[in-house]
Structure formats: C-alpha cells, structure tokens
C-alpha cells in the first residue's frame, strides 16, 4: 500500500475568493513546473514577447480539441451538468456554487485555495463517489508505453471511476513521462479543491488526450516514492517564491536563465537567448543543466571557452560529447568527429535525388525531387494540392512509381532523419501499398537511400544540434522564406486550402530549398578540400585549439 500524503487543510466548503485580491501573488495550474524565469517575465517584463504564428496555431489547435471534447461530453453524459460562461468573480461564484449542489460535470470552472495563493482554471471538474477532481483536455497523446501507472475509462465512464475498487490488469496503462506536467496541473487543482473542501478522497486526476476515441487517462497522484502530489507542492512553493521575488524586483528573475527543451516553444526564447549567448552559458550546450552549470562554476568553470579548453574526458562533465560541442561552439562551426580522417566519404553516384516531403494531419500532400546529374539540378516534386482522403492513394502510387524509378545501382535518394521512411511505411501500410518491386516501403529505403542527418551526425560535431535548418546555414545554404520550417508550412496549407493560391508556390519554394539544403551540405564537405580530398580543410575537433 502506498503512502498518502493528505494536504487537507480545510474540513468545510469556503466562500469564493475575489479573483483580483493578491492576484500578482498567486500561482495558477498553467504555471506549475514551468520555468520559473518564464513566469518572472510573463508578469513582470514590460517588452512584448515574440509573436510566434507556430504557437498561434497550436494553441488554435488546443482550443479546437477541448470544444471537441466538451461537445463529445456534453451530449454522452448522463448526469447533471454546468458550464461556467462567466468571468471574474462571477466565474468563481457559479463554479463554488455547483460544487456546493454536486453537480456531476462542471465545465470551464474557477477555483482558487481560502489563501487566494494558488487559483486554476480547471477544463472539467468531476465529482467521483467521494468528492471532486480535475480533469484536463490536451491536444497532446498521453498514454504510452511506460511512464505512470493509469486507468484509462471512455468518456461515457469518466464520472463512474471509483479508485477504492481494483481495477482488472487489462485496464492499465500507463501515462508518458514527457507530459509529467499535465499531472502537475491536475493536482494543483486537486489541492484547491482539497483545501475549498470539496475534493475526492484519494488525491486522483484526469487527463483526455488525443488518443481516438476520447477517453480519459486517470492517475493517482500520491503514489510512488516520488509522487505528482509532492512534486507539484513542492514546485508550487518554487512558483511563489518566484513571483513574491519579482513583486518587489521586476528586473531580475529569481533565477537566471538557463537553456533546456522548454525554451523552444517559449514567447521570451530570444530574450533569454541573447542573454545566455552574450554570457558564454553553458547551458547553451548539450547535457549541461543548471545543475551541472552550478557544479562547473565552483571548479572555476563557468563558460563555453573554459569547457572547449577541458580534456573530453575531465570527469565532472558527464560525457566528452560536451567538449566537442562547445569546441564546435567556439569555432563556430563544424569539426571533424573524432576518428574521421580525411578525405570524407561523400557519396557520389551519377545520379543524386535529395528527397523530402510535406504532411498535413498526418497526409502527404508534397514530396519534393531535387534530381541532380552531369552538374545539373532539377527540381520536380510530386503534388497533391487537394490533400484530401479521396485524392491520396492516388497521390501515393504516383509516389512510390517515381522511388521505384530510382532503383538502380546509379542513383542514391537522400532524405534527412526518420521522417519520411517512417511516414511513408506507414501511409503505405494503412492504403495497402507498397513501391514496385520491394516488399515494403522500409525495404525500398534500406536498399536505395541514404539518412543524410545520420550521415553527418557520424562524421561531424555540430554546434548547436543536426536539423537541417542548423547544419545547411553553417554550409553557407539560406532559405528564401524568412520563416521556413515544418510547423510554419501546414499553416501555409491551411491558408491555400482556404483559397490563398499564392501559398501554392510558397510551398513548392520552401520544399525546394529543403532538399537543395541537402544537397549545399554535401557540397561544401566536397569544397573543403586542402589537397587531401573532401573534408580535409575542415579541422578535427580534436585539434584544439584550432590554428587560425
């Protein structure tokens, strides 16, 4: 039996408190585990954050599936039901007073702990048999294959769950552990709710991701030896140090910046990244937390100039890889791996075809040909502007007629990373087809191509990372659009598929510079010829420091 660490504070339902008193001094559920430099500045830096159409659109996206999950709800449920249309205190009120008739699905609460120091907007509140817990909609997967242990009920269940009775084996899953902050929300809200007098007896949330159909993945947040309660308590108290510090001290966060996954989809990136840049932060490296930049800087260490200099194996780095990557840094630019003589390898058949596709949810819409032979490059791609159910098989034997075409001994088809075998085998898989003349698609690409990221991922230290879009600038390659990237062209289908012709040739632009990029990286390996072949000018990353 596990143990329960009740946080129980409040044996009686509590008024509701006035939204706006101590606002600036609260933490919501959004908040929690989130960067606590990112809260600091989303309160209190006056500069306006980056508008990010990428992030527009996935929080559209987000809206869009919880109405989906709401309307999917609203229509199967078999018990009461309220939506909080509301705002301010209002919200606050007509959410205290449906939890109060017990309600059994409360859509788009307000609840906020006696304290006014922890506040949440909670998707669905849901009254299990001994009180009520959160239920959060993501659009997002969230079970998966490890992680947390979890129930999983279909939506017409999601109020009769009743954790004091086993559940059979066959209903176990389990939770991903990369969205370990959807839990930190849910029990944020179950600590409010805990506190307001109203929540169920064993600490239990609920998360419905993507997952067709909707159903419910349900966590109990106590278990463990290092249970989503106490972690999220202990987060919680991070969050409110944090925005108690910047009430009194707007211009410096709690905490200095450091680089970590996070910072990718966050508004404030570059202004956070310029900083740690103009600093020589080691975070800016790979596998260098704050944790490790702390310990670095007791030793004297405290930049990406000090690590270049270390040997690869100084024992308070966790792996050589560190030293590679900030001597690449330094150089700005890349170096030989280790082992890598001169000259490199550059496959060079007669015929070469840099390939690349477009998807959209999950369809192929594009996939681009960059044919180059005798020193020519033609760009030929394969459309299907429809992007439709009905136009995609089609589409697809068209497809995998042209691969098929490029299965001779002459030719090499070059793509970057997993992505295009692994959606093309599984396009192929759901439509029942397959290239000409190969069992699978998988098959076709084992014998014909060649992963180019992984190519130079073998061969060379890059300085910040192996996308395409890292790798092809530090060869000299610039895309035409100002803001070329994956995410950024489904919006640009969305809008052509809305009747903007003009985004048609955006498309085919953006998927031509994506293969000819491919094409620029083997290129300059080729020209960076000192007279021992190709690659033999470009430095070992073992040569440090590097002469010149």
């Known amino acids: 039996m596990a143990t329960r660490h009740s946080t129980r504070t409040a044996a009686t339902p509590h008024q509701p408190l006035d939204p706006n008193h101590r606002q600036s001094l609260s933490v919501a559920g959004g908040e929690i585990g989130l960067c606590l430099t990112r809260i600091h500045h989303n309160r209190y830096t006056e500069a306006t954050p980056v508008d990010d159409p990428v992030r527009q659109r996935r929080a559209q996206i987000g809206f869009d599936h919880e109405k989906a999950?709401?309307?999917?709800?609203?229509?199967?449920?078999?018990?009461?039901?309220?939506?909080?249309?509301?705002?301010?205190?209002?919200?606050?009120?007509?959410?205290?007073?449906?939890?109060?008739?017990?309600?059994?699905?409360?859509?788009?609460?307000?609840?906020?702990?006696?304290?006014?120091?922890l506040v949440g907007a909670p998707d669905i509140l849901v009254r299990l048999p001994t009180g009520y817990t959160a239920v959060e909609i993501k659009a997002?997967?969230?079970?998966?294959?490890?992680?947390?242990?979890?129930?999983?009920?279909?939506?017409?269940?999601?109020?009769?769950?009743?954790?004091?009775?086993?559940?059979?084996?066959?209903?176990?899953?389990a939770f991903r552990p990369n969205r370990r902050r959807d839990l930190y929300q849910v029990a944020h809200y179950w600590r409010i709710l805990d506190a307001m007098g109203y929540a169920s007896d064993l600490p239990v949330g609920g998360v419905i991701g993507t997952e067709e159909p909707f159903a419910c993945a349900w966590v109990e947040l106590d278990n463990g030896k290092r249970s989503i309660l106490i972690d999220t308590i202990e987060r919680t108290d991070q969050a409110l140090e944090a925005v108690r510090h910047g009430s009194d001290h707007r211009d410096v966060p709690l905490v200095a910046p450091w680089w970590r996954s996070e910072c990718g989809t966050c508004e404030w990136m570059s202004l956070c990244h310029q900083a740690l840049v103009a600093a020589d932060d080691p975070t800016l490296l790979n596998h260098v937390s704050n944790e490790t930049r702390t310990i670095l800087t007791e030793y004297g260490i405290g930049s990406i100039t000090d690590i270049a200099s270390l040997p690869p194996n100084d024992e308070r780095l966790a792996e050589p890889s560190i030293v590679f990557q900030a001597r690449a840094w330094i150089h700005d630019g890349m170096l030989r791996r280790p082992g890598t003589e001169a000259p490199i390898d550059v496959p060079t058949p007669g015929r070469q075809v840099d390939f690349d596709i477009e998807t959209y949810l999950g369809r192929i819409y594009l996939a681009g040909f960059l044919i180059t032979e005798n020193g020519l490059?033609?760009?030929?791609?394969?459309?299907?502007?429809?992007?439709?159910?009905?136009?995609?098989?089609?589409?697809?034997?068209r497809l995998f007629d042209r691969l098929a075409s490029y299965a001779d001994d002459n030719t090499c088809v070059f793509y970057w990373t997993g992505y295009e075998p692994s959606t093309l085998s599984a396009?192929?898989?759901?439509?029942?087809?397959?290239?000409?003349?190969?069992?699978?698609?998988?098959?076709?690409?084992?014998?014909?191509?060649l992963d180019l990221h992984r190519w130079t991922k073998d061969r060379f230290v890059s300085p910040s990372g192996y996308g395409l879009k890292t790798i092809a600038p530090l060869c000299g390659f610039d895309w035409r659009d100002d803001d070329p990237g994956g995410q950024q062209s489904e919006i640009w289908f969305e809008e052509l598929l809305a009747g903007d012709t003009a985004m048609k040739q955006r498309l085919l632009d953006y998927n031509e510079d994506d293969v000819a990029a491919q094409l620029a990286i083997r290129r300059w390996i080729i020209s960076r010829d000192d007279g021992g072949g190709p690659g033999s000018a470009i430095p070992s990353v073992t040569d440090w420091p590097i002469a010149g």
């Open 427 to 449: 396009t192929g898989e759901r439509l029942g087809l397959t290239v000409p003349g190969f069992a699978t698609v998988q098959d076709w690409f084992d014998t014909c191509s």
């Open 377 to 397: 490059s033609v760009f030929d791609p394969v459309v299907d502007w429809d992007g439709t159910e009905a136009s995609e098989a089609d589409f697809v034997r």
């Open 69 to 117: 999950v709401v309307d999917a709800l609203t229509q199967i449920s078999a018990g009461t039901i309220e939506h909080v249309s509301t705002t301010g205190s209002a919200a606050y009120r007509a959410t205290t007073t449906a939890l109060a008739n017990r309600v059994d699905v409360i859509f788009g609460g307000r609840i906020a702990s006696p304290d006014g120091t």
């Open 140 to 173: 997002h997967l969230v079970v998966g294959d490890s992680g947390t242990p979890a129930r999983i009920t279909p939506l017409d269940a999601l109020a009769s769950i009743d954790f004091r009775v086993d559940v059979p084996d066959e209903a176990a899953s």
